[in-house]
């Protein structure tokens, strides 16, 4: 009625206002009746339809919802999408207080006790029951997700490492060479027919590989990482397949900007963050160096897709020149402290190379820690011999430098007994390893992630970031909205003990660098466009520190990410309450 009575947006934007203003300030004033659990969703979301109603909002983010409603009203239809008229339902459901969110879908069906109606132990009692409850519902999901540790899958990997080492006419102890492992990287067109006669490829797969090999789009597979396949695409082996094997809309996107990529998927902007040749430097006290830009296999959402041409490629490694450049660069800068060396992956450089690398840095005194990144565990354990790591461990200095590892753990299928091995003998030198998981839709399904926590916990990996998508285009199918990642984060990881979920959720703002995403004072909605895709403002790092301007990203629409998980058979009601995470 509001908005129908209103003859001008302007007149409907005050009194929608006015509105919002009076309920807000009722239940402020303890006027009505509001459980404590509604009222924080209520108080959220009238901030964020204040937000949404802002005329300078509207300014920033070129669109007006506010707009698009006002036309409903009068004329009785507008130009938008479903995922916008999802997303005003679940707003308005929150403003009169019926949010999809009690009961909990976790705990759906199991009553609450009143525990104020007991105390001791019979209280103490009473609470260990309902937290058991909680245990078994989270066991349901939990079990869903297997790690490669499981007997079972074990044995399985077992059988598809022997076909392969048939097909290619190689040993067992080929396979435990990390120099033949590299060799044997499928990454061309023959490497595709092997592909093809080792498991079963989908069609779309089949066809996104092969014109991507056609057009010089970077793709490449491990055979140790194909035998983590399973003969049949599974339900098992999804996020595992699509690590690697692109979507078509991917590899045109790639094609269709091979002239420009270097500018187009630059997504944080290290062309303008590059003081020298290998050096990317977002904060005041790290810097990462890149002496090889390649690895032994591409994942499909790399940062750095514009700088790789193929794995391995041949100019990969920097020159020597520009590698001491860069080192002596980290010497002039005494404000340095943290070095990530970082790439490609720099584990493919032989021992020699990344021993010379560490010596340098160690050098230098006001280095304090140096991180080193790959995700060779993954991809080839193998790499992680007893000589590499010893090589390692000696530019490790308590007291005076910390040296560790940063690996690169997607989902639980990728842990196996040949990772176990490997991280065994890392930290058998006394380094640390450390994971970061980037949060796409292939790992994205209830309690995923947090079954990839567990195992990585329990083979001595400490969960360390959790990366959202980033937005990059040319990838949009691999990206999640944001609101999943803060339900995951409340809901999921949070029920786990704290030593499992060690990671935080971050968004990088292109260009400035990590933004946590739990934190309301970093990011704000400030508008959703008639597509449904909600709109953010990201507050870089340097707020309260330095006068930098907000990052304004869309992102993708809840409405559809429901909808692809429904086709991947879950129950859109198991993420119900994903609306009201803004």
Not at 448 to 470: C, H, W
Request: hydrophobic share 35%; net charge neutral; with cysteine.
């Amino acid at each position: 009625m509001l908005l129908k009575e209103s003859k001008t947006l302007e007149s409907s934007r005050n009194k929608v206002a006015r509105y919002i203003e009076a309920r807000e300030w009722t239940y402020s004033c303890d006027l009505g009746e509001i459980e404590n659990w509604d009222y924080v969703l209520f108080k959220e979301v009238i901030r964020t339809l204040k937000n949404l109603i802002s005329p300078r909002n509207e300014r920033i983010a070129g669109t007006s919802a506010l707009e698009h409603i006002w036309q409903a009203a009068i004329n009785g239809d507008s130009d938008v999408s479903d995922d916008f008229i999802a997303e005003f339902i679940h707003f308005f459901k929150a403003l009169k207080m019926k949010a999809d969110v009690y009961p909990s879908r976790l705990m759906e069906g199991i009553e609450i006790p009143n525990f104020d109606q007991y105390e001791g132990r019979a209280a103490g009692r009473m609470r260990s029951d309902y937290l058991d409850r909680m245990a078994e519902r989270m066991d349901r999901y939990l079990k869903r997700h297997n790690s490669g540790l499981d007997p079972w899958i074990a044995a399985k990997r077992d059988e598809n490492r022997r076909r392969i080492l048939d097909y290619l006419g190689s040993s067992k102890d080929d396979w435990e060479d990390w120099h033949w492992q590299f060799r044997n990287v499928f990454k061309d067109l023959r490497g595709l027919e092997s592909i093809e006669s080792l498991i079963q490829l989908e069609t779309r797969h089949k066809e996104a590989i092969k014109l991507a090999l056609e057009n010089h789009v970077p793709f490449g597979v491990t055979p140790y990482y194909l035998h983590l396949m399973d003969i049949e695409p599974s339900d098992q082996d999804y996020a595992v397949r699509r690590q690697v094997f692109p979507p078509l809309s991917y590899v045109q996107n790639m094609i269709a900007h091979r002239k420009d990529k270097k500018w187009a998927f630059d997504f944080m902007k290290e062309a303008d963050t590059s003081p020298v040749d290998l050096i990317t430097r977002r904060y005041p006290r790290v810097a990462i160096i890149k002496p090889y830009e390649s690895c032994p296999q591409i994942c499909v959402y790399c940062q750095r897709n514009w700088e790789i041409s193929s794995p391995l490629m041949a100019s990969a490694l920097a020159s020597r020149e520009k590698i001491d450049a860069a080192l002596q660069w980290f010497s002039e800068h005494e404000g340095m402290m943290d070095v990530l060396l970082t790439g490609g992956d720099p584990l493919v450089m032989d021992d020699s190379m990344i021993e010379g690398i560490l010596s340098r840095l160690s050098e230098i005194p006001h280095i304090k820690s140096i991180r080193v990144a790959t995700r060779t565990p993954a991809t080839v354990p193998q790499r992680i011999t007893p000589e590499l790591c010893e090589a390692m461990a000696q530019y490790q200095e308590l007291g005076r430098r910390n040296l560790c590892l940063v690996t690169h753990f997607m989902h639980p299928y990728e842990v196996t007994p040949e990772t176990v091995a490997a991280i065994k003998r890392i930290k058998a030198t006394g380094i640390e390893v450390y994971n970061q998981q980037v949060f796409t839709f292939a790992n994205s399904r209830k309690f995923e992630t947090s079954a990839l926590r567990v195992v990585l916990k329990q083979i001595g990996v400490d969960p360390y970031y959790t990366f959202n998508m980033k937005g990059k285009t040319e990838m949009e199918e691999y990206s999640v909205p944001i609101a999943r990642i803060l339900q995951e984060r409340k809901e999921e990881a949070r029920l786990l003990p704290g030593i499992f979920r060690t990671d935080e959720p971050v968004f990088n703002v292109p260009g400035l660098g990590k933004d946590h995403l739990r934190a309301w004072q970093n990011h704000e909605l400030i508008a959703i466009t008639p597509e449904g895709r909600r709109m953010y403002s990201f507050l870089p790092w340097e707020k309260n520190i330095a006068q930098v301007k907000p990052y304004i990203y869309t992102d993708v629409s809840i409405y559809r990410y429901l909808k692809r998980l429904k086709d991947r058979g879950e129950d859109p009601e198991d993420y119900r309450s994903i609306w009201y995470y803004y």
